[in-house]
């Protein structure tokens, strides 16, 4: 078993609202948005057009949007729209690596691995120590500092 192979706290789920987030997890940078659904996405915090970091664009149409030439992605990392082919056109299979999220306690969870996660716990992730924080616990869950 790898670092890979655990749950990670990205963010707290309250700093995810209108802009997207930056986080770096085991090394690897992403982009965290909520889309107008509220659904939760976690993308490789790179456009696959020119590398710009999508974490510095905006959410659009339920998309995280490239901030360099406004291509779109959605919570799958799929590319949804690219402005300079126009409307209505097909679009070629562009994708940005996505990762398993899931929102409990407050936080955003992220699941590094490429194979399909255990499933999270279905309890409280979290528990209350003697001073009165509150700690991950057990589960294969491990959180990480606060992204800046």
């Known amino acids: 078993m790898s670092l890979r192979d655990f749950w990670y706290i990205a963010a707290e789920s309250r700093l995810l609202k209108g802009r997207p987030l930056a986080s770096v997890i085991l090394g690897e940078s ?3 948005f909520r889309d107008l659904e509220g659904r939760v996405g976690v993308l490789e915090d790179r456009c696959a057009h020119r590398n710009a970091p999508l974490s510095a664009g905006r959410v659009s149409n339920h998309c995280i949007e490239c901030p360099y030439h406004g291509w779109r992605y959605d919570v799958l990392g799929s590319c949804t729209h690219i402005p300079s082919l126009g409307e209505g056109v097909k679009l070629p299979r562009h994708t940005v690596r996505s990762y398993p ?5 407050g936080y955003v969870w992220v ?3 490429r194979a399909n996660p255990r499933p999270p716990h279905s309890g409280s992730l979290m528990s209350e120590n003697g001073a009165g924080r509150r700690s991950a616990c057990g589960h294969g869950f491990i959180p990480t500092s606060r992204p800046a």
């Open 101 to 105: 999220a899931q929102e409990q306690d």
């Open 111 to 113: 699941y590094m691995e």
């Open 30 to 32: 992403v982009a965290l």
